[in-house]
């Protein structure tokens, strides 16, 4: 189903981000690092649909290299989890957000590599250019939400590491893998009105430092 980018889409989404309900960490917070991650909902290039930003990451970035990810980051002293995706999709390509464009959060995913990754979801109302910092992105891809909502678009596999299901996105003849795969299928499972948990869903063990 093709998803209009116009304002029913927004109300609609908006509105089922609002009934989503955030899982919440149960026991002592862990030790890890607050991060934050954007699903940019845009125009999509050729169908008159909504679709959302992915990146491919610098080849030269320290950590995660060359990876498939949603635009985000780490969070800054004192910032919250909308103000860091603001700002983390603005420093990456270029999208300069206010909260008011903010539509809702998902849960909070923990990644083997120490982080907790706050999914934001955001309506895109400026028409400027999209321009990627070559130092942080590679490539800038416009992913249908219609996309994510094929039957297909979603497997799990098993690895000898570990007893938990390792996501995969397909894309394009590729796999995306967690922690970006399970963020996106929740997104998924949001847009369909259903409270899906996915932070038992295992990373591949090349995403696991």
């Known amino acids: ?38 699903f940019a909902l845009t125009a999509a290039d050729a169908d008159g649909g909504t679709a959302f930003l992915l990146t491919r990451r610098a080849a ?13 980051g780490r969070c800054d002293q004192g910032e919250s989890q909308a ?7 603005h420093e990456e390509l270029g999208v300069k957000l206010g909260e008011r464009d903010v539509l809702g959060m998902l849960d909070d995913y923990p990644t083997r590599s120490g982080y907790l990754i706050t999914p934001v979801v955001v309506w895109v109302t400026t028409d400027a250019a999209i321009s990627p910092n070559p130092d942080e992105v ?10 994510i909502e094929q039957p297909n678009a ?6 000898p590491e570990s007893s ?8 394009g003849g590729q796999f995306i893998h967690a922690p970006t795969a399970a963020l996106i299928y929740q997104f998924r499972e949001v847009l369909a009105g259903r409270d899906t948990r996915v932070a038992e869903l295992e990373q591949p063990v090349f995403a696991w430092k």
């Not at 609609?12 to 149960?26: D, G, P």
């Open 1 to 38: 189903m093709v998803r209009p980018f116009d304002d029913t889409t927004r109300r609609n989404i908006a509105e089922l981000c609002a009934a989503f309900t955030r899982a919440q960490l149960s026991g002592p917070a862990p030790a890890l690092k607050r991060a934050a991650v954007v």
């Open 60 to 72: 030269g970035l320290r950590a995660h290299s060359s990876q498939w990810a949603l635009p985000g």
């Open 83 to 89: 103000e860091a995706a603001l700002r983390e999709l």
């Open 138 to 147: 590679a490539s800038v891809h416009r992913i249908g939400l219609d996309e």
């Open 154 to 159: 979603f497997s799990f596999t098993t690895i």
């Open 164 to 171: 938990r299901r390792v996501i995969r996105f397909h894309h």
